[in-house]
């Protein structure tokens, strides 16, 4: 019994333990990375503010996950633009551009499965020498489950090496369109010009065709 007894205060002391370090935890997390593209905000920006080009360059798409299905509502950039994905390997969630600015960059709110509210992000613009420092950045609450909490350890490690992943992608993305040749414009060809009609000859017949 003594035993049973020993074992029970070792059980409680560490479940105390566990929520206490747990609500010594923050609670909220932040991610962040950054690169620089070589490239005017206003030649990136195209590239964040329409969510449906997003799909080209965030590590999270159909090729890595097949199953993986992905809808369009709202405007098609800008303010209000929507995207929704489901899929068994990247849950369900969905996506909303809460501010925009061709200077500044894009801020959205996202939501995932499961969560009481919205996580939110970004994706801003900065001069850095001749280019643009992008940076991608998401925070989120965390809440009072001390599950959550522990978990919040791990979200930079999780998200981090996708945001650099994804970051490279519009790096290389933008970069391309920014120094592709434009193509002229199409020629239209010249208007052709009324025939002119042959004067008659000198002292023929007014209306008699010249020979």
């Known amino acids: 019994m003594k035993i049973v007894k020993r074992v029970g205060v070792v059980l409680a002391i560490v479940a105390m333990l566990f929520f206490v370090i747990a609500w010594s935890l923050p609670p909220t997390f932040h991610v962040e990375r950054s690169i620089v593209v070589a490239a005017a905000p206003e030649q990136i920006h195209p590239s964040v503010n329409r969510l449906q080009e997003w799909p080209k360059w965030i590590p999270w798409n159909v090729e890595k996950y097949p199953d993986m299905k992905l809808s369009f509502t709202g405007p098609e950039e800008g303010v ?22 061709p200077a500044k960059g894009v801020a959205y709110d996202i939501l995932f499965e499961g969560d009481a509210k919205p996580n939110t992000g970004g994706i801003t613009f900065t001069p850095e020498g001749t280019g643009t420092k992008v940076t991608w ?32 992608k519009l790096k290389a993305k933008v ?17 052709m010009e009324p025939a002119q009609a042959t004067p008659p000859a000198a002292g023929a017949p007014a209306g008699s065709a010249t020979p």
């Open 80 to 101: 209000g633009a929507k995207y929704a994905w489901t899929g068994t390997g990247t849950g369900n969630g969905n996506l909303e551009l809460k501010t925009s600015d």
């Open 137 to 168: 950045h998401m925070d989120g609450d965390l809440g009072w489950n001390p599950i959550s909490r522990y978990f919040g350890l791990m979200i930079d490690s999780m998200l981090g090496p996708d945001f650099e992943a994804g970051l490279a």
């Open 175 to 191: 970069e391309k369109e920014a120094t592709a040749p434009m193509e002229p414009p199409p020629v239209e060809p010249a208007p």
